[in-house]
């Protein structure tokens, strides 16, 4: 950092320290009070945001394909695109499945469904509980970016230079917008 930003590395107060004894680390996450690490060779570890003290842990089957996402009781992982559903509190494993969808884009929670952008150019609703399918619906391009949520809309960027925004209960496409400055 440095004088243009008034701060230096020696003023930044560690909270905790953690050694998770293996340097592949892929992704981490918040939710609640909980940081989620996921190891890029299949395992997800469970820390508390105040103190650092391991939680729970949790080995994968396979390699990890996006950060979690989490709801209030659950966190989801992808693992070679099985959707995998943990137990937020104690990490005990509720649902493993393959819903056979080429999950491109990082996965999130809606209050009914998880929502994924698949390699075959669609918008996917998971069941929360199962992992199925619920619905899926065309997008004419493949939704790449990482997207959000909110309570009546699911926002995804795409490739061919658009932001859209969906229903997180139906799918049904609500707007889209072309991104300015695109070539």
């Known amino acids: 950092w440095g004088p243009m930003y008034d701060m230096y590395w020696e003023d930044l107060k560690i909270d905790w320290v953690q050694v998770t004894g293996a340097p592949s680390v892929r992704d981490i996450y918040t939710d609640a009070g909980i940081v989620y690490v996921e190891y890029a060779y299949g395992m997800v570890l469970a ?16 390699a990890v394909d996006y950060p979690p996402c989490s709801d209030a009781d659950n966190v989801y992982v992808f693992t070679d695109g099985t959707m995998n559903v943990f137990e937020k509190a104690t990490g005990k494993p509720l649902v493993k499945r393959n819903p056979h969808v080429g999950v491109i884009a990082q996965p999130v929670a809606a209050s009914k469904f998880i ?8 918008l996917v609703g998971l069941s929360k509980t199962t992992g199925g399918i619920m619905w899926t619906r065309a997008t004419d391009t493949l939704i790449i970016g990482s997207a959000y949520v909110a309570p ?11 932001i859209r925004a969906y229903d997180p209960n139906t799918g049904d496409l609500k707007w889209q917008q072309t991104v300015p400055g695109r070539p």
């Open 152 to 162: 009546d809309r699911y926002y995804g960027f795409t490739s061919d230079g658009q």
């Open 47 to 62: 820390l508390s945001q105040d103190d650092g003290r391991i939680l729970w842990l949790a080995p994968l089957t396979g």
């Open 115 to 122: 929502l994924v952008g698949s390699a075959q150019g669609q």
